[in-house]
């Protein structure tokens, strides 16, 4: 079992910049390939980025160039540093595990971008 905490979200107006944490406690954190999801009011949850255990990085095209996903294994913590915030982004922001068919989520953390 994993449990996942997030924080970090909040207010920030366009262009600026956020970096979220996540948290994971429980189990052995290396071994999970690590994710950013987001929702946003009306719309289905997509993948923002996710980082494999050894440290490949995968991006939606929509935040490339702007947002960077890492991981420190040894604080069990996975990292969204998000810049060039756009109101489009706005969206609670989950951070998710998974290895194999085994995935878990956080609870989210309320990201807004506005002016």
């Known amino acids: 079992q994993v449990q996942l905490v997030e924080s970090g979200g909040g207010l920030v107006q366009p262009g600026g910049s956020l970096r979220l944490s996540c948290v994971a406690s429980?189990?052995?954190?290396?071994?999970?390939?690590m994710g950013w999801y987001r929702q946003a009011p009306g719309k289905q949850r997509e993948l923002v980025a996710f980082?494999?255990?050894?440290?490949?990085?995968n991006y939606a095209d929509s935040v490339k160039g702007r947002f960077t996903i890492s991981r420190d294994n040894a604080k069990s913590t996975v990292y969204l540093q998000m810049n060039s915030l756009k109101p489009e982004d706005t969206a609670v922001y989950y951070c998710?595990?998974?290895?194999?068919?085994?995935?878990?989520w956080g609870q989210g953390t309320q990201v807004a971008v506005s002016s």
């Open positions: 429980g189990s052995i954190f290396s071994i999970y390939v």
């Open positions: 980082i494999t255990s050894g440290g490949s990085t």
């Open positions: 998710n595990a998974g290895q194999g068919a085994t995935i878990y």
